[in-house]
């Protein structure tokens, strides 16, 4: 290994927290020296608890055709299906474990059950189902589908008894962040469906330490990806039925403590919501994974969650709201420090919607694969800031992981304006200040570098792909389709280039992107 990859693991691994890395060697080794019994037997008697699913999941399994569908990629298996199945990648593969299909609208109770059974018979075979991130997920979609349809299955019971043994004694310390929290929304629904006070002790703990540090005091979560802030809301929300479907089995103690984490999260998504209904791409979001932010708002009215608005902080996320216009703007950084795996290179980035109709726009993301692809969709100019030579704002690398990083390094903020300042390219000896100011019909941007660049800064700006190629005179250009004109001062020169828009994972299309080269000082003027 040569001394610049030394260095970036080094400038990785010094965010992490101790109980991260603790774990990483504790599991490593007691899974090399011992063997763990997971097989409790069946368990103990336990009554069927009550479930309603308020949130369908989307078609993916279609039974007659026996073909799953993820990540907008399909595969009919044309005998047994491969629970292990790998050559769409990892993602999928996961997917196929998670068992979300169990919950589409479109699944027969009989279907269901033989799935269930099936994946029983491979239990001993079973690779990616068995980590415990997939097994949160399936355990909770296991639980869902058999309450909901009044299934009792004792031999369903056990495995899934084993499988929560499994995740008990393999709890994410090691990654923290959304992971960890997902094994605790997960052990409730265990606790709940087999009346287990050793579940229920754990996912209590875990839930308070683990919401309370992951919801922040402006009610985002705190991975900064609104499509996971999406997700982790809707989990939050299930809990919260859970409990209030389910009262003979006297646990309330969480009711309240949860209703106030779903009441600051509602009010976030309800900020950061455009008026079409869509959420800002940022960070690691794309479409069709999470439930649609109103689907969310309708399934907290209907548990009573209180409506209350706090004003975006501490999430480092704005959003500016006119009659002709929503900008919203990231002037935080990026977090959290210890699991920063879906953030990406792109302090000062902003995105623009006009009427509902997206103008300019994150490029979102389209794989989770550790490849060229994923690399570039989190590199700083896939996003709407300001690089300068080829250096990288923050250091992300390896598909999830990042060394140095931005700091932002001063915030001012009124009515018309936010000025900021981050430290990204300090090693470079360069600081960046961004200035966004607003008024009714025009959006202004200054980037200033604290001295020369030689006319190597770079503004990158990229346009929805329903935008037809601008018109490019001298220092303006001009988007006809939404009369939207755009002028430069201060810039050395104006490129006009293509680029892939994602639309979900493996799925981009065609866009145009604007590279505005500039030395010092660049001021662009959006007159709506």
């Known amino acids: 290994m040569d001394i610049s990859k030394i260095k970036l693991l080094l400038n990785t691994v010094k965010y992490l927290k101790p109980i991260q890395v603790y774990y990483r060697f504790y599991y490593f080794f007691r899974n090399k020296l011992f063997s763990i019994d997971v097989d409790g037997g069946f368990?103990?008697?336990?009554?069927?608890?009550?479930?309603?699913?308020?949130?369908?999941?989307?078609?993916?399994?279609?039974?007659?055709?026996k073909s799953f569908s993820f990540l907008n990629v399909t595969h009919q298996f044309t005998a047994q299906i491969d629970w292990n199945y790998s050559e769409h990648g990892k993602l999928w593969t996961y997917n196929l474990n998670y068992f979300d299909f169990l919950n589409q609208k479109e699944m027969i109770r009989e279907s269901g059950v033989n799935l269930i059974l099936d994946y029983i018979k491979n239990d001993s075979i079973l690779k990616d189902g068995k980590e415990p991130y997939?097994?949160?997920?399936?355990?909770?979609?296991?639980?869902?589908?058999?309450?909901?349809?009044?299934?009792?299955?004792?031999?369903?019971?056990?495995?899934l008894n084993n499988h929560y043994r499994i995740l008990f004694t393999n709890l994410e310390y090691h990654l923290l962040g959304n992971h960890l929290?997902?094994?605790?929304?997960?052990?409730?629904?265990g606790a709940y469906?087999?009346?287990?006070?050793?579940?229920?002790?754990?996912?209590?703990?875990?839930?308070?330490?683990?919401?309370?540090?992951?919801?922040?005091s402006d009610g985002g979560h705190f991975e900064?990806?609104?499509?996971?802030?999406?997700?982790?809301?809707?989990?939050?929300?299930?809990?919260?039925?859970?409990?209030?479907?389910?009262?003979?089995?006297?646990?309330?103690?969480?009711?309240?403590?949860?209703?106030?984490?779903?009441?600051?999260?509602?009010s976030w998504l309800q900020n950061i919501t455009y008026n079409n209904g869509e959420i800002p791409m940022v960070n690691d979001s794309t479409y069709l994974i999470s439930s649609k932010s109103e689907e969310l708002f309708t399934y907290s009215k209907s548990l009573g969650i209180k409506s209350k608005i706090v004003p975006l902080s501490t999430s480092g996320y704005r959003k500016i709201n006119s009659n002709q216009y929503e900008l919203f703007i990231d002037v935080g950084n990026v977090g959290p420090d210890y699991q920063p795996g879906h953030a990406h290179s792109d302090t000062f980035n902003f995105e623009?919607?006009?009427?509902?109709?997206?103008?300019?726009?994150?490029?979102?993301?389209?794989?989770?694969?550790?490849?060229?692809?994923?690399?570039?969709?989190?590199?700083?100019?896939?996003?709407?800031?300001?690089?300068?030579?080829?250096?990288?704002?923050?250091?992300?690398?390896?598909?999830?992981?990042?060394?140095?990083r931005a700091k932002v390094s001063s915030?001012?903020?009124?009515?018309y304006y936010i000025k900021a300042v981050h430290d990204g390219y300090k090693k470079k000896g360069f600081l960046h200040k961004r200035t966004f100011q607003w008024e009714e019909n025009k959006i202004t941007?200054?980037?200033?570098?604290?001295?020369?660049?030689?006319?190597?800064?770079?503004?990158?700006?990229?346009?929805?792909?329903?935008?037809?190629?601008?018109?490019?005179?001298?220092?303006?250009?001009?988007?006809?389709?939404?009369?939207?004109?755009?002028?430069?001062k201060g810039f050395n020169n104006i490129v006009i280039a293509d680029y892939q828009l994602s639309e979900g994972f493996n799925k981009t299309k065609s866009a145009y992107k604007i590279i505005v080269t500039f030395d010092q000082k660049l001021t662009t003027t959006i007159a709506i």
């Open 43 to 65: 368990p103990p008697p336990f009554t069927l608890i009550n479930w309603e699913s308020k949130l369908k999941s989307s078609l993916s399994y279609v039974h007659k055709e």
């Open 134 to 159: 997939p097994i949160s997920l399936r355990g909770m979609n296991w639980i869902k589908f058999l309450a909901e349809n009044k299934i009792s299955n004792t031999q369903i019971d056990k495995i």
């Open 181 to 189: 929290l997902e094994n605790a929304f997960s052990l409730l629904f």
């Open 193 to 216: 469906y087999f009346q287990d006070e050793k579940l229920y002790r754990k996912a209590k703990k875990l839930l308070i330490s683990e919401l309370n540090e992951q919801i922040l």
């Open 224 to 266: 900064l990806s609104p499509m996971y802030h999406q997700i982790i809301f809707s989990r939050l929300l299930d809990c919260i039925q859970l409990i209030k479907l389910n009262p003979v089995w006297e646990k309330n103690e969480l009711l309240s403590f949860l209703e106030g984490k779903a009441t600051l999260m509602n």
């Open 352 to 404: 623009l919607i006009k009427n509902g109709s997206p103008v300019f726009v994150d490029t979102g993301i389209s794989t989770y694969e550790k490849n060229i692809i994923r690399q570039s969709e989190r590199a700083t100019c896939a996003h709407n800031t300001v690089q300068i030579d080829d250096i990288e704002q923050t250091q992300v690398w390896g598909g999830f992981r990042v060394a140095n």
């Open 411 to 415: 915030l001012q903020e009124t009515d």
């Open 445 to 488: 941007l200054k980037d200033e570098m604290d001295k020369s660049t030689n006319n190597k800064s770079k503004a990158f700006f990229h346009l929805h792909s329903s935008i037809k190629k601008p018109l490019l005179k001298e220092n303006k250009l001009i988007l006809h389709d939404l009369k939207i004109q755009i002028e430069f």
